[in-house]
């Protein structure tokens, strides 16, 4: 919803522990709900919070957004999310790193590897996988 290259670089700009940013991908929705394409980054940090900082880290970075929860899956400002910590696993119901549905979503993985094409979680195929994506250059 609105300006999502302008919240993408504010959010960016408001993590002082950044190390690199992948291209800007364009992805049609996941999850059943009409709405506009998305655009899709992934960054990587290099910090000393612990997983449940970067949790509390995305949740206000949302809210610089206005961010609003309504529906699942549906328009929004503004989704961050911890996808992987390196040497890191959780199956805590609050943060499951690697994010649970990270290797069914193209619109996760292509940008996760940009930046790290060693990376691999379990179960990626990406044809399989959900979300066509389109290249749209840096953020």
Do not use: K
């Amino acid at each position: 919803m609105g300006d999502s290259r302008t919240y993408l670089r504010r959010a960016v700009a408001l993590i002082d522990d950044v190390q690199a940013v992948s291209p800007l991908y364009e992805t049609e929705p996941v999850g059943g709900v009409e709405q506009d394409a998305f655009l899709n980054i992934v960054v990587q940090v290099s910090t000393i919070r612990s997983p449940e900082e970067l949790l509390e880290l995305c949740h206000r970075l949302e809210q610089e957004a206005e961010r609003v929860r309504e529906v699942r899956w549906g328009p929004r400002t503004l989704d961050v999310d911890v996808v992987w910590i390196d040497g890191h696993t959780s199956d805590d119901p609050v943060l499951t790193v690697p994010h649970p549905r990270a290797h069914e979503r193209n619109f996760v993985m292509v940008p996760l590897h940009d930046l790290d094409p060693t990376l691999a979680l379990a179960g990626y195929d990406a044809e399989a996988a959900y979300g066509d994506v389109r290249n749209v250059g840096p953020l």
